[in-house]
């Protein structure tokens, strides 16, 4: 069974930085894509950025130019660098990850069990 395991959430002022850190753990053979996802109070989850093995990125418009998603594939772990950050960026942020378990099977989805976000005005 593979983890995900997300830090870095935490309390932070309008217009401050913070950066997420999301580590996979457990038998795999790889891991395509891995991505961040929020999900704010009473609203849908919805993408922030993803990034595929060979770094690759994509970025939601609203946090481009502001996020910077990376990925360090010997630890298995996926970064998210939130700089200038506001008040309806507060939020559960998920960390996503495709992964296969052996060479020869279909990548599945697996989730980090998620990190708080809290941007004060």
């Known amino acids: 069974q593979v983890q995900l395991v997300e830090s870095g959430g935490g309390l932070v002022q309008a217009g401050g930085s913070l950066r997420l850190s999301c580590a996979a753990s457990g038998s795999m053979f790889s891991i395509n894509n891995m991505g961040w996802y929020r999900q704010a109070p009473g609203k849908q989850r919805e993408l922030v950025a993803t990034i595929t093995s060979s770094g690759v990125t994509n970025y939601a418009d609203s946090v481009k130019g502001r996020f910077t998603i990376s990925r360090d594939n010997a630890k298995n772990t996926v970064y998210l660098q939130m700089n200038r950050l506001n008040t309806e960026e507060k939020a559960v942020y998920y960390c996503?990850?495709?992964?296969?378990?052996?060479?020869?099977?279909?990548?599945?989805?697996?989730w980090g069990q998620g990190t708080q976000v809290t941007v004060s005005s």
């Open positions: 996503n990850a495709d992964v296969r378990r052996t060479p020869w099977s279909s990548p599945y989805e697996c």
